[in-house]
């Protein structure tokens, strides 16, 4: 039994993402998601002017004359929402967590998914496969996901992306559309990204809290790690701490952009301090003229 506080949260998300949908967001989804494969249609006799590259040759053989496969362009898409939710997306210093907004961002694509008529499908993850949800249509299935997402309680602390990565690419064979959500607050999965990047077409949402890029002057300050549950004591009087922190995480973060960058595989960083809907219509609109 589903806890009511959980069905509430449901209930608000899905009117607040689902206005952002209706109002912006659908047009913007459709027009850089809209299908751009090819689904098999019919095989006809040659005509000229036919490509050669696409005469079924086992038709041809039977018939004695030459045939020709026709194609039609493929509208449906598989979204895939591939979600982090290892301890540190429990944390979050502005107005949310970074599971909180996680869970929202993946209603808002989920429902501009099913508007489009697209399959909308979950994997969440920590450092194991936690929850898989296969692809499907219509609302009642992405508020099941959206539920699983809210509802869920991870068995372990740690992050895996690469395998999370590598299960994709196992249990979805056909080219999708995937969101990877995540705060990359992880071990190196370069090799299984790039793998993963040459069947499906993914997106890095990277969730950041403002205190994982700078640290406030707030005198000794007890930090510990989410995901190892190991404990520091800072002193964050310190301006050298503060700026060999503010250092290292800027390095992280442009770690993560010249990953991202050179597997060509796009990437939108959203702060848990601001709005996640302008970003997102930021990147589409700039995705969108990649692809007119």
């Known amino acids: 039994m589903i806890p009511k506080e959980i069905l509430k949260k449901v209930k608000r998300i899905e009117i607040t993402t689902r206005g952002m949908v209706n109002d912006v967001f659908s047009g913007e989804y459709h027009s850089v998601f809209k299908g751009r494969g090819m689904d098999f249609s019919e095989v006809r006799e040659y005509q000229i002017g036919d490509d050669i590259r696409t005469i079924d040759w086992n038709v041809t053989a039977r018939t004695g004359r030459p045939h020709v496969k ?19 997306s429990e944390f979050g210093t502005a107005r949310r967590m970074k599971g909180e ?3 929202e961002l993946c209603a808002l694509l989920a429902f501009s998914a099913i508007k489009n008529n697209d399959k909308v499908g979950l994997i969440i993850f920590t450092d194991q ?5 296969p692809p499907r249509k219509g609302r009642s299935h992405v508020l099941r996901v959206l539920r699983e997402l809210l509802y869920f309680k991870p068995r372990d602390r740690k992050t895996d992306i690469g395998l999370a990565l590598e299960y994709l690419s196992r249990v979805i064979r056909r080219r999708s559309t995937v969101f990877l959500v995540s705060d990359f607050l992880a071990g190196d999965f370069s090799r299984a990204l790039r793998i993963a990047n040459r069947r499906h077409d993914i997106v890095g949402l990277h969730i950041v809290d ?44 442009a770690a993560q952009e010249k990953l991202f960058r050179s597997l060509n ?12 809907f302008e970003p ?5 609109r700039v995705r969108a003229r990649r692809f007119r």
Not at 129 to 133: D, G, S, Y
Not at 265 to 276: F, G
Not at 280 to 284: P, S, T, V
């Open 70 to 88: 026709v194609f039609d362009e493929e509208r449906e898409l598989t979204v895939m929402l591939l979600v982090d939710a290892s301890f540190s």
């Open 210 to 253: 403002p205190r994982e890029l700078e640290m406030p002057d707030v005198g000794f300050l007890e930090l510990e790690d989410a995901e190892t549950g190991e404990t520091m004591l800072v002193n964050t009087f310190d301006r050298r701490v503060r700026s060999l922190f503010g250092e290292k995480s800027g390095e992280a973060m």
């Open 280 to 284: 997102l219509i930021r990147f589409f």
């Open 129 to 133: 496969i936690e929850k898989f949800v």
């Open 265 to 276: 595989v796009d990437r939108v960083v959203i702060r848990t301090d601001e709005s996640y």
């Open 101 to 103: 907004i996680a869970a």
